[in-house]
Structure formats: structure tokens, C-alpha cells
């Protein structure tokens, strides 16, 4: 399972703070800071290389899912604009 998100988003950093799945997640930002990342979820975080995963899955919006669903990818958008906005860590 990839979680694609902008860590520069506040509500996302939410987001992906409280996330949880029983599949393993790997994490993609699509923008921000890795370490802080990764410090904050305690997770390994990957990087979006210029939009090469996005563009062939074709995801247009963050924070985006994308697991596999028999042969093919599922990709489901997150609505988190009634999330509240997670500070980032000084």
C-alpha cells in the first residue's frame, strides 16, 4: 500500500499522523521534509522523484491511497479538509 501525500499541508501532516492500516504503508511525499517526516511517523518515507510514480499511477490529488485490487491499482482520494491542521515540529 503507498500513501502519497504533501507534508507542506498541514490537514495532511494530520493525516498522515493518524492513518492506520493492517497492510504495511509506505509512505510517498509528494512535498516537504523527509526527516521531519519520518521522525513524526516513525517510518521510512519515500519521495516522489519528480512525479514519476504519481504520473504513472495517475494520481492528480493529495493525500491519495494506492493499493492493488486483484490485477489492478486503486487509487482513493482523501478528503481531509475537515481535518484540524497538524503544527510542524520546531
Same mark, same amino acid.
Given at each position: 500500500?503507498?500513501? /502519497?501525500?504533501?507534508? &507542506?499541508?498541514? +490537514? *495532511? +501532516? &494530520? /493525516?498522515?499522523?493518524? %492513518?492506520?492500516?493492517?497492510? #504495511? ?5 509528494? =512535498? =516537504?521534509? #523527509? ?8 517510518? &521510512?518515507?519515500? /519521495?516522489?522523484? *519528480?512525479? /514519476? ?8 490529488? $493529495? #493525500?491519495?491511497?494506492? %493499493? *492493488?485490487? =486483484?490485477? &489492478?491499482? +486503486?487509487i482513493?482520494? $482523501?478528503? $481531509? ?6 503544527? +510542524?515540529? #520546531?
Amino acid at each position: 500500500m503507498l500513501v /502519497f501525500f504533501d507534508a &507542506r499541508d498541514a +490537514r *495532511q +501532516r &494530520r /493525516f498522515a499522523s493518524e %492513518y492506520q492500516n493492517a497492510k #504495511p504503508i509506505k509512505w510517498v511525499l509528494t =512535498g =516537504g521534509s #523527509p526527516n521531519q517526516m519520518a521522525t513524526l511517523l516513525k517510518a &521510512r518515507m519515500y /519521495f516522489a522523484q *519528480q512525479g /514519476f510514480l504519481t504520473e504513472k499511477l495517475n494520481i492528480t490529488h $493529495v #493525500p491519495a491511497i494506492a %493499493y *492493488q485490487e =486483484g490485477t &489492478r491499482w +486503486r487509487i482513493d482520494e $482523501v478528503n $481531509v479538509s475537515g481535518l484540524l491542521p497538524l503544527a +510542524r515540529e #520546531p
